[in-house]
């Protein structure tokens, strides 16, 4: 992660937090160079992970389901992101 930031790289969090700012909304204005930080299935990022991101992105869902499978979730924040 310091390696990408060194290289002026956006750091964005992918969590289903409530905190978080909606995917599409951070879309529509992206910086050009990003890295999507993705945690493992269950416990999701640690909390100094998520501590040295710049932002915190969710992907809106359905009432009742609190999260997607790691791969399924990496799938559709590369396709909301792309520009």
């Keep these: 992660m310091a390696q990408l930031a060194e ?23 992206a ?10 299935e269950g416990p999701g990022l640690s909390e100094a992970s998520l501590d040295r991101c710049d932002v915190t992105v969710r992907i809106p869902m359905s009432a009742g389901v609190d999260s997607l499978n790691v791969a399924a979730a990496a799938a559709v924040a590369l396709f909301a992101l792309q520009p």
């Excluded at 002026?8 to 204005?29: C, E, G, K, N, W």
């Design 31 to 40: 910086p050009d160079k990003l890295a999507i930080v993705l945690g493992t």
């Design 7 to 29: 290289r002026d790289f956006a750091l964005v969090a992918l969590t289903p937090s409530t905190d978080a700012q909606d995917i599409r909304a951070f879309a529509a204005s």
